[in-house]
């Protein structure tokens, strides 16, 4: 009986978690496998190298609405462009004001220094992201 508790705790702890604790599942957004560079020299990149800026990108397999990449002064968030709280529609594209998000649909802001709104159970769908020199990589 022991052995079988130990097992199956180790089991959980193997599999329940991911390498790095990083989780964006979302049950109304898909999971897109992509990967892709963004290089601030380039001319339609380089407003991320001044904080609170956000640029929209579209990477080849990525997500329907884009990808928001955000500066945050320390780092950079990547987030993706739909609303995270109801399936993708025609009304489902976030808008870029300021530090914000904006979901049409539901009427909502959402903050992109950390993907969160007030009263809805999902924030944005956050993406890995990893800066090397002017190259950011964004990945899921």
Known sequence: ?????????????????????FSNQNPYLPNYGFSME???NLPSYNS??????????????GPTNGVIVFNTG???NAFDGSCPNQN??????LTLSSSNAHCECE????????GQTTGKPYGLKQYRVQV?????????
């Open 48 to 61: 991320l190298l001044f904080t609170g800026n956000s640029v929209r990108v579209y990477p080849v397999n």
């Open 74 to 76: 320390s780092t950079y």
């Open 1 to 21: 009986m022991k052995k079988a508790v130990i097992l199956s705790l180790l089991t959980v702890l193997t599999w329940g978690c991911s390498k790095d604790g």
């Open 107 to 114: 009427g909502e802001n959402y903050n992109l220094f950390n």
């Open 132 to 140: 090397n020199g002017n190259i950011i990589t964004v990945y899921n």
């Open 38 to 40: 963004v290089n601030t």
């Open 88 to 93: 993708i529609t025609s009304c489902s594209k």
